[in-house]
C-alpha cells in the first residue's frame, strides 16, 4: 500500500445526482454513470477541507488533462515530507513517534506545529485522502518554482538523495497543473 497522486487541469463540474448508494447517475435518465465518464469525485478530507477550496465536496468533474504518480509508500512519502519540511527550514522538534521511548527530531512535526509557512498546506495534510483544489494548488506552485534550486541542492545533503527531488519535481508539475482550475486528488 502507498500513497497514488491525481493532478488535473481545467476541471467541469457534472450535473449529476446520487442514488441510494451514493453512486453518481445522470439526472435525466437516473442511470448510473460509469466510471469512463468522468475523472474526479472530490472527497474533502473532514481534517484539511480548507485545502479544496475551489472545488465542491462529493462534486463529480471531467478534467481536460491529468497526470498521475505513486507518492511512495506511506512510510516512503513520510520520509519525503521530512525532508520537505528540513529543507523549508522547520524547527525540529523531539517527538516518541512509537511510544518507545526511542526520540527523534522530526521537521514535520515543526511544521504541523505551524500555522504557515512555505509548502506547510502539503506538510501538514493527510497522508492518504482528500484533495487540494486550485487555489491552494496555486500558492504551492508558485512555492515549488521558487525553492526548486534550493531542493535540487537538498538532494546532496539526503542520505540516498537520488529520490527526493525527482519526486520534488513530480509534486511540482502536479501542483502547477492543478492550479489551473485543477486538483490534486491523495488516494
Known sequence: MGLDITAYRN????????????????????ESLD?????????FNPDYA???????????????D??????????GYNAWREELARLAGYPAVQVDRY???SIQLRHDYGAWAATEGPFWELIHFSDCEGVIGPVVAAKLAKEFAEWDERAKAHS????????FYPLYQEWRQAFEMAAQNGAVDFH
Open 11 to 30: 476541471l467541469t463540474k457534472l450535473d449529476v445526482v446520487f442514488d441510494a448508494d451514493g453512486e453518481p447517475v445522470d439526472p435525466q435518465t437516473r
Open 35 to 43: 466510471y469512463d465518464s468522468y475523472d474526479l469525485r472530490c472527497y
Open 50 to 64: 480548507s485545502r479544496a477550496e475551489g472545488l465542491e465536496d462529493k462534486a463529480v468533474y471531467k478534467a481536460e
Open 66 to 75: 491529468s497526470i498521475g504518480f505513486r507518492a511512495g509508500s506511506y512510510g
Open 99 to 101: 511510544n518507545t521511548g
Open 156 to 163: 546532496n545533503t539526503v542520505d540516498r538523495g537520488d529520490w
